[in-house]
């Protein structure tokens, strides 16, 4: 996965616990983003990273937080998990000069995290 | 704000069938478009990409032209295959380097 580690693959909790998932790059791209895929939303945006320390909120960013504290890891928490976070869970990177077909700036993802909230 | 609409699916084809997924942009600027594709299973995989209007991204036998004048991007390939039986795509990248997805289109090719 273009250097690209997701964990855990897969994490059953309960209601009110909190969960931590880690996203570790050796792209060493600026960018790192996290998104969450569930069936008839398609992929949409938690947060994402423009560089150590600098973070932003996507479209569906409550009840989620964010870490960056080095270049090749990117954190993503749920505080108190609910069942409405039951969820594949993808990372992407994105910097100039990504391998890809050509050119210009394109994501990578990881293989995915799916969480599971009882 | 912008956003990206493809048709709905799921889509069930012949093998060696021509197929079309319509996909369109709504973005401030000039974005980026892209079709990713996604295998049971796995994550998303970049199938081509086209960066300015007229440029035509093309991989795999996989097709599609960006079109300004009609905010449209969509994906054609003139026979398909088994093994491109997966979930389709569509993203922009606006000028802050957000990539925004479409629901995705589910494509079931059948011998």
């Known amino acids: 996965d273009a250097g690209i580690t997701q964990s855990p693959r897969h994490k059953v909790t309960e209601t009110g616990t909190p969960v931590t998932l880690r996203c570790h790059q050796t792209?060493?791209?600026?960018?790192m983003y996290w998104y969450r895929q569930d069936p008839g939303h398609g992929l949409r945006l938690i947060h994402y990273s423009y560089g150590v320390k600098d973070t932003d909120k996507g479209e569906v960013s409550d009840g989620y937080s964010v870490s960056r504290s080095k270049t090749e890891d990117f954190l993503l928490t749920l505080e108190s998990a609910t069942s409405s976070q039951t969820s594949v869970y993808f990372c992407?990177?994105?910097?100039?000069?990504?391998?890809?077909?050509?050119?210009?700036?394109?994501?990578?993802f990881g293989a995915g995290s799916r969480l599971t909230v009882l | 704000g912008d956003s990206v609409t493809q048709m709905e699916g799921p889509v069930t084809l012949s093998e060696e069938a021509f197929l079309t997924i319509n996909c369109t942009y709504t973005?401030?600027?000039?974005?980026?478009l892209f079709w990713y594709v996604q295998y049971p299973g796995e994550g998303l995989q970049l199938l081509l990409k086209a960066t300015k209007a007229d440029d035509k991204g093309s991989n795999k036998g996989f097709e599609a032209t960006y079109r300004k004048e009609t905010t449209s991007f969509h994906l054609e390939k003139g026979s398909v295959q088994v093994s491109d039986s997966a979930v389709y795509f569509c993203?922009?990248?606006?000028?802050?380097?957000?990539?925004?997805f479409g629901t995705g289109t589910s494509l079931t090719v059948i011998p």
């Open positions: 993203a922009l990248r606006n000028t802050g380097n957000q990539f925004y």
């Open positions: 973005a401030t600027g000039y974005p980026s």
């Open positions: 792209e060493n791209h600026r960018y």
């Open positions: 992407a990177i994105s910097g100039a000069g990504d391998r890809g077909l050509s050119g210009a700036n394109v994501l990578t």
